[in-house]
């Protein structure tokens, strides 16, 4: 089975910074990637899909980019409605899916 | 709209049985693959099963494989989880998606609750 490694598991930063949350797969997979976020109590919303195309309705401060193993998550200009984690996900190339184990992006 | 509500989350005893559904609307459901997923308290999430819109294919997780079964009614609308020998591992929040293009869940349900506890 297909493994996906997010990193950090955590992180803190300032409003308006500039954020990366890397996603890494244990084999090809070559753009079938996505993201999602989850605030507490909440279900998990998608924003990301096949890498880089952003789900309608979703800020355009969230992007995605990658291709292979290699993919990452980039909020512009960080706001204080996204303290929230984060999922990538792939589901595809296999019948199975695999889910990264998150990362919680925490406002300063 | 599109609309996803699940029921039937209760508590029960270990080794016993439940039977989730997730009432879709606001979409055509015979064209969707739909998906269930898990998240234990405090934990991340974990894919449970896929179903195709056939019916026909569905695919599990290990650690439900033989236990639980994925099933869908086209004339009600609606998407099941049939969850026997369960186990204290299974205690989650369960989740029904659709699943979407590039097979990413674009919508979920708000979620039901499943505890296993004697």
């Known amino acids: 089975d297909i493994q996906m490694t997010q990193s950090p598991s955590s992180l803190s930063a300032s409003v308006g910074d500039r954020v990366t949350i890397t996603c890494r797969a244990s084999?090809?997979?070559?753009?079938?990637l996505n993201w999602y976020q989850q605030k507490p109590g909440k279900a998990p919303k998608l924003l990301i899909y096949?890498?880089?195309s952003l789900q309608s309705g979703v800020p355009s401060r969230f992007s995605g980019s990658g291709s292979g193993t290699d993919f990452t998550l980039t909020i512009s200009r960080l706001q204080p409605e996204d303290s929230a984690i984060y999922y990538c996900?792939?589901?595809?190339?296999?019948?199975?899916?695999?889910f990264g184990q998150g990362t919680k992006v925490e406002i300063k | 709209e599109v609309q996803l509500v699940e029921s039937g989350g209760d508590l029960v005893q270990p080794g016993g049985s439940l039977r989730l559904s997730c009432a879709a609307s606001?979409?055509?459901?015979?064209?969707?693959?739909m998906t269930w997923v898990r998240q234990a308290p405090g934990k991340g999430l974990e894919w449970v099963a896929n179903i195709d819109q056939d019916g026909n294919g569905k695919f599990y997780v290990d650690s439900v494989k033989g236990r639980f079964t994925i099933s869908r009614d086209e004339a009600k609308n609606s998407l099941y989880l049939q969850m026997n020998s369960l186990r204290a591992e299974d205690t989650a929040v369960y989740y029904c998606?659709?699943?979407?293009?590039?097979?990413?869940?674009?919508?979920w349900g708000q979620g039901t609750l499943v505890t296993v506890s004697s």
């Open positions: 096949a890498a880089s």
């Open positions: 606001g979409f055509t459901f015979s064209g969707y693959r």
């Open positions: 996900q792939h589901c595809y190339s296999s019948p199975t899916c695999t």
């Open positions: 084999q090809s997979i070559s753009t079938y």
């Open positions: 998606a659709r699943i979407g293009g590039a097979s990413a869940f674009d919508y």
